[in-house]
């Protein structure tokens, strides 16, 4: 059975701080990993997904790893800013006998930022 | 482009009762999964259904069932709620298979009293 962990739980940085949140999971035959952030009482915005053939994605300030032989995903934010303040989940998808995935996603219990000025 | 919606926004039910939550996939989306999110927690894996077929189904009661419609458009039924059933559910569009990047709605906060 997938696990997924996401580690610190929450952590609070001043504005400009350069992060790094980990997610680590059990089960390396993943199709893909998707990092989402999600505000208070609201629905998941997609961030960044990785398929399983790749080792990083970029967007904007975001930067996303993946090391599948260790289990291990980061999510770097550069320069955070108080905007940046919500919780970030990510999220690993199987993969099936037939090679691709049914896109069920297992998902950490998430990493809650607080952005300082 | 439309986004994933998804509707009542807020819910409030009794024990026992039946509730059916509603979600609009993205425009040209085929597939639709449902997930459950207790206060603190990640989203748990309800069921999927693809084309109007369930794709899967994760460690959820019977009484969870839902619909796709011919429209991709989707239902999630919960039949004898329970005050565990209460939390924020939400829906995630997908264009199966050429991507399996997920688009989640804002959800519906269901509160079983």
């Known amino acids: 059975k997938q696990e997924v962990t996401q580690i610190p739980a929450a952590l609070s940085v001043p504005e400009g701080e350069n992060l790094v949140l980990n997610c680590s999971f059990t089960?390396?035959?993943?199709?893909?990993l998707q990092w989402f952030r999600q505000d208070p009482g609201k629905g998941l915005t997609s961030l960044l997904l990785?398929?399983?053939?790749?080792r990083e994605q970029t967007s904007g300030r975001l930067n996303a790893s993946l090391d599948k032989s260790s289990g291990r995903s980061t999510l770097y934010i550069a320069a955070s800013q108080p905007g940046d303040s919500a919780t970030y989940l990510c999220?690993?998808?199987?993969?099936?006998?037939?090679?691709?995935?049914?896109?069920?996603?297992?998902f950490g219990q998430g990493t809650i930022l607080t952005v300082h000025p | 482009e439309t986004g994933v919606t998804q509707s009542p926004t807020h819910l409030i039910k009794t024990r026992g009762q039946q509730v059916t939550l509603r979600c609009s996939s993205q425009?040209?989306?085929?597939?639709v999964s449902w997930y459950q999110q207790a206060l603190g927690q990640g989203p748990q894996f309800i069921f999927q259904?693809?084309?109007?077929?369930?794709?899967g189904r994760g460690n959820f009661p019977p009484r969870f069932s839902g619909l796709q419609f011919p429209n991709y458009s989707s239902e999630l039924n919960v039949n004898a709620l329970e005050l565990d059933d209460s939390a924020l559910y939400l829906c995630?569009?997908?264009?199966?298979?050429?991507?399996?990047?997920?688009?989640f709605g804002p959800g519906t906060r269901l509160t079983v009293t």
């Open positions: 999220a690993v998808s199987p993969t099936n006998a037939g090679g691709t995935s049914y896109g069920k996603l297992t």
């Open positions: 259904y693809y084309r109007e077929e369930k794709n």
């Open positions: 089960d390396s035959a993943i199709y893909n």
């Open positions: 990785i398929q399983s053939s790749q």
């Open positions: 425009s040209g989306h085929n597939t």
């Open positions: 995630a569009s997908s264009l199966l298979p050429s991507s399996y990047e997920q688009y």
